[in-house]
């Protein structure tokens, strides 16, 4: 049974068994490369997505669980132009080989959301879930804070 | 059609050319300020055969011969051409090489084109800023011929010839244009290039030129490879290296819908279906019996430290000579003092974000190839994928994709990764994109190996060490990795024993020696390779004579450093960045100091024992470090950051084990990849000199574990010799 939602605005339907990873049909039914497969577990953040606005690990997603709702991808994230957090991305030169930074972002993005000036310690907390193997960690705290800063 | 000038010129094949027509800049790459990137990767009509070619519309083509896996080769090369060229960097367009080692290969690396070792600044230092200084002097002649003036009353700007006294201009596109290339290259001498003071974009920072696509999801790896009619396919491998599949009861397997084929492969069995789903469920589904023909079954990494001590300890059994300087066993028998000290490092992972992974398309002939990568070598992956399909290299199609990582994991001779997507193309005669999981990434995973040393130190009436002796009993590495070098290079297994050499520290009797043990074990170089291990041993064990000599840690190795002025400036740097004689109540500081092949690092760490668990917290990390010439200095900072966050982890949490010769761990986080909340503050210190560069993109990763060893003894009086110092080791060691 075909699945319908919505990704980055668009309604897309899906024909993958339903409990396929979103992830994977993101990936390869939608052709949206830039969410990463990095764990298949939750245990890394390289696939993360939002929900309904809320961050969600990709890769443990259903696709049928989210059957009518609207997911956004890092290509969604600010369609067209970057938004602070990706312009203090840059000027932090956060990205290093790269793979995990969609994760990363959308991770970030999410915590901004939800608290517009977190302190480093809730920086630290919320961004915990997303590994990052070349260490760009002291980056990812420059840049959020730049982003609060200069939102 | 583009017609073409070109000479190529000296050992190296360098070359340019110039294009007269037809190959204008995209308005992409106009409107940024830095260079950009090529839209069409090699092969393409935009490819130049040369290093670098010329447009008359002001466009330069750099080839870029390195792969770019975040460590940012692929901007300091062509950045280092076009300093010497004085070239506009915003004119800059970065092109990948095509893999052909005689033109491309590093010279640093035995000629092949490998990017690892921290080597790719160093190993194309001089050819690169030779080539660019050869094209300068190119305009700089037409411009003298145009203008029937002096060569030496030329001058350049960015991208311009200068002639000051008639106030002309020429830009390099408008000579490009009226061009008249010399039959030979000119001629450039070593003080005929730029001094360090001169410089123009090395040492100023350029943003790396693939991190926009990087923030936005536009970046191509080649797991994000799409092509029409493809199919993904999932291989199961053996539970250890050589093991083959004996019986294959796979009804379960091909019910599931989408499956394609299954097919059974030398060292396991492909699956080939038509989602990645279909086919991950398809591999799980299988039943194989594996053959037990193969050396690793058996092998247990608990076990295997007493029998590598074993080894490393019976002083009858002489090792492989590494480091060999004056007569250390006639020294040490002559000492006043011996010391002596056993340290194991387990088996690590590498753990790059992006799980291994190829795309291959085969012609329906089986005759030629087109492939899609992240190799840390296009030459080895053209090999390999020519050699499993038994075809020509030149009838592979390489298409260099961004690395999610690599660490030493895509540098291996036979590139398996790549191969498993091109066997299983051949055999349906579509695309196949090959997708391990992290799972099988573990599993098949190569490692760093598990090693013990046991060193021993002679000291005279003085308190000079005087003899040095360091015996490292580990599974063999490079004879695994790369049979080929390790047969070209004397079989001397250097990326097990890199780092167990001494020669900056003024220890005049030294002998380390390997004891190779023949598990058949996987094995690999990983970030830091033999260092890592060897450096750990070695500070360790420095910091242990210090205390038991009575000798302070820092004027000890100031004093061994008596002939290394750059070492000793590291020293004093971190001592005082970190003021490192102030007491901490409650937290230890340690020091150490390492030379990793001419990049001279200190490091000073404070940290802090829970004596009722074992657990380590590193609170604050101060580093300084002298690679020579930065080339892109804030990357060299975010490098060094990297190299110590990796460091942190084998140091602290990460491990493989080995039961019956399997891999036991299963994922990123029963392995113990750091995260966040893992991560002390750090403080480095970047201190460039004026000299050649010696690399950047690992040297701070050995110095991690012993200078937490020395902070753990300062804080608990508690010896930590086996990494990781896990919190049950460190309540062994605290006793």
Known sequence: MAINFSVNGRPVTSAAPEGTPLLWVLREELKLTGTKYGCGAGQCGACMVHIEGGRTFSCLTPVSSVQGKSVTTIEGLSPGRLNALQRAWLAESVPQCGYCQSGQLMSAAALLAANPRPTRAEIKDHMSTNVCRCGTYPRIVRAIERAAREG | MTTRREFMVGAAGLGFSILL?????????????GASLAQTPAGGARTVNAWASLSP??????????????????????????????????????????????????????????????????????????????????????????????????????????????????????????????AVAPAIKPEELKQPGQYRLIGKDVMRVELPTKVDGRAQYSIDVQLPGMLYGAV???????????????????????????????????????????????????????????????????????????????????????????????????????????????????????????????????????????????????????????????????????????????????????VDSVLLSKEVKRPVKVLWTREDDVRNGR????????????????????????????????????????KGGGERDFLAMAGSELSTYDIP????????????????????????????????????????????????????LKNAPRGQAVVREVVAMSEYR???????????????????????????????????????????????????????????????????????????????????????????????????????KLLSTPNRPTGAGQMATPIVAPVIASAVYAASGARVRHTPFLPERVLTALG
């Open chain 2, 21 to 33: 027509e037809g190959c204008a800049a995209t308005p992409e790459a106009r409107e940024r300020s």
């Open chain 2, 57 to 182: 519309d002001g466009t330069i083509w750099i080839v870029n011969p390195a792969v770019e896996m975040g460590q940012g080769s692929q901007t300091a090369i062509p950045l280092i051409i076009a300093e010497e060229m004085d070239a506009d960097w915003s004119r800059v367009v970065i092109v990948p090489a095509a893999p052909d080692d005689k033109v491309y290969g590093n010279p640093g690396f035995r000629g092949m084109m490998y990017t690892a070792g921290s080597a790719t600044v160093t190993g194309y230092w001089d050819v690169a800023r030779t080539f660019g200084a050869q094209v300068r002097r190119v305009m700089m002649e037409n411009a003298a011929r145009l203008w029937n003036v002096p060569l030496a009353e030329l001058s350049t700007e960015p991208s311009t010839v200068v002639h000051a006294k008639s106030g002309r201009r020429l830009g390099y596109g408008e000579i490009a244009a009226v061009a008249q290339l010399p």
């Open chain 2, 236 to 418: 199961l491998r053996g539970p250890v290296e050589g093991s083959a599949p004996l019986a294959i009861a796979d009804s379960r397997s091909r019910a599931i819908p989408g499956v394609v084929s299954i097919v059974r492969m030398p060292f396991g069995v492909g699956v080939i279906a038509e989602t990645p789903w279909a086919a991950f469920g398809a591999k799980d589904a299988l039943e194989v019996t594996w053959d037990r023909r193969a050396r690793a079954f058996g092998h247990d990494s608990a076990r295997a430290p007493a029998i590598y001590s074993a080894a490393a300890r019976d002083l009858t059994r002489s090792g492989k000579p590494w480091d060999v300087a004056g007569d250390a066993p006639g020294a040490m028998q002559k000492a006043a003092k011996i010391y002596e000290a056993e340290y194991i490092c387990d088996y690590t992972y590498h753990a790059q974000m992006e799980p291994l992974n190829s795309v291959a398309s085969v012609s329906a002939a089986g005759d030629a190839c087109e492939i899609w990568c992240g190799t840390q070598s296009q030459t080895m992956a053209v090999a390999a994928a020519a050699k499993a399909l038994g075809i020509p290299p030149g009838k592979v199609k390489l298409n260099l994709m961004l690395l999610g990582g690599g660490f030493g994991r895509r540098g291996h001779r036979d590139e398996e990764f790549v």
């Open chain 2, 447 to 486: 490692f760093r190996p598990l090693s013990v040393h046991y060193l021993r130190a002679g000291l005279d009436s003085a308190g000079q060490i005087v003899a040095w002796q360091h015996r490292v009993a580990c599974d063999e590495v490079t004879a695994f990795q790369d049979p080929v070098r390790y």
């Open chain 2, 509 to 560: 009797n030294r002998l380390s020696e390997q004891l190779p043990q023949q598990t058949g074990i996987r094995t690999s170089s990983l970030r830091g390779i033999g260092f890592g291990p060897n450096k750990f041993a070695t500070e360790a064990f420095l910091d242990e004579i210090a205390v038991k000599h009575r000798l302070d840690p820092v004027d000890l190795r100031l004093q061994l």
């Open chain 2, 582 to 684: 102030r007491a901490r109540p409650g937290r230890g500081l340690g020091f150490s100091f390492i030379d990793y092949a001419g990049t001279m690092v200190a490091a000073v760490t404070e940290a802090s024992v829970d004596r009722k668990s074992g657990k380590i917290t590193v609170h604050d990390f101060w580093l300084a470090l002298d690679p020579g010439i930065a080339v892109q200095p804030d990357n060299v900072i975010a490098q060094t950051e990297s190299s110590i966050i990796y460091g942190l982890g084998l140091s602290l949490t990460e491990r493989i084990s080995f039961k019956d010769g399997a891999v036991q761990e299963r994922n990123i986080r029963d392995y113990g990849v750091p995260r966040l909340e893992d991560i002390p503050e750090l403080h480095l």
